[in-house]
């Protein structure tokens, strides 16, 4: 699982920034963002964060990616709304 949380002073850039992340994975809250855990996705990321909003960036702003293993992943408590990771699997008869 990979997490990103962003907050931005400017609109126009976080707008911009959210529909970049709705690309990789699920908004779980306002600014942060949940992302399957693959090295091939996470590079892509990074390099599209790069590419687009390196030169953004100012000091008031801030992007935040934490990559978590499998095992921490495991350990993750969730409460209220938050969907577990697993995909439903239904099966017909």
Same mark, same amino acid.
Do not use: W
């Given at each position: 699982m ?9 609109d ?6 959210a &529909?970049?992340m709705?690309q990789?994975?699920?908004r ?7 992302i ?19 030169t953004?960036?100012k ?15 495991? &350990? ?9 990771a ?8």
């Amino acid at each position: 699982m990979i997490i990103v949380s962003y907050d931005f002073h400017d609109d126009k850039t976080r707008r911009h920034f959210a &529909k970049l992340m709705e690309q990789y994975g699920e908004r779980v809250q306002y600014s942060v963002f949940l992302i399957k855990n693959s090295p091939r996705i996470l590079r892509m990321m990074i390099l599209e964060i790069d590419l687009k909003f390196k030169t953004k960036i100012k000091k008031t702003d801030s992007v935040y990616i934490f990559k978590l293993c499998n095992g921490c992943e495991e &350990k993750v408590a969730r409460y209220g709304s938050a969907t577990h990771a697993e995909e439903l699997v239904v099966y017909l008869n």
